[in-house]
């Protein structure tokens, strides 16, 4: 039993990769074989648009051709039971990086036949965590919940099942006394992150627990 989380922040030990972390030692408790992926760490640009996946015969039907670091990340997925992305939001939507990787992944898996099919090989768990400063009553205001319904919904189709948690108003700074940024109030900020962070990493741990059950 594989499970894989793809960190789309740049940021290795923050918001997203420790909730990332958390789902991956659920999972693990399950006795699944873990791997964390930084986006970041590894140099890849998004889909080309070269075809090569849309080519009827052609050897790279249904996979992505473009070789680069993210090819091993791909070819790694074809062999997990459970996938799991996580993204700050940055303007609204997911990261630069991560919006690259999802279009690597999910382009070269989804037929252009008519009602388009998925291509990957299985059925797997996938979840998405998103961490952002907004609070949950603005997530419409932003429109964020259409990004995360559509990923969902894309995610589902091609791999089977996808569920998503979302993580409101992370604590953002090191030292908030050091940025420019009155429109927040470190301390309720800091009172957050004691008391609801932590109910954000349980909800990602046990994401983890659930993808294991299942597969399992
Ligand atoms: C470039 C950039 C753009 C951001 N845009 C938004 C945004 O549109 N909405 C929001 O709620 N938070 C936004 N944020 C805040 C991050 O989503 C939030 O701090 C997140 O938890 C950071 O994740 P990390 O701690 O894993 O790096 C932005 C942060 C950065 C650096």
Redesign the pocket.
Known sequence: MKIIAING???KN????TLLQEALEGAASQGAETTLVHLYDLSFKGCHSCFACKTKGGKSYGTCAVKDDVSLILKKIREVDGLILGS?????TVSGEMKSFMERLLFSVLAYTDPPVSLFPRKIQTGFVY????TEEQLNT?R?ERHVALNESYLKRIFGASESLLCFD?Y?FDDYSKVVADRFDPEKKARRREEVFPKDCEKAFQMGVRFASKIS
């Open positions: 922040s740049p940021r923050w918001n997203t990769a700050p939001i940055y303007f609204g961490t952002m400063n907004a932003y964020i992370t953002q």
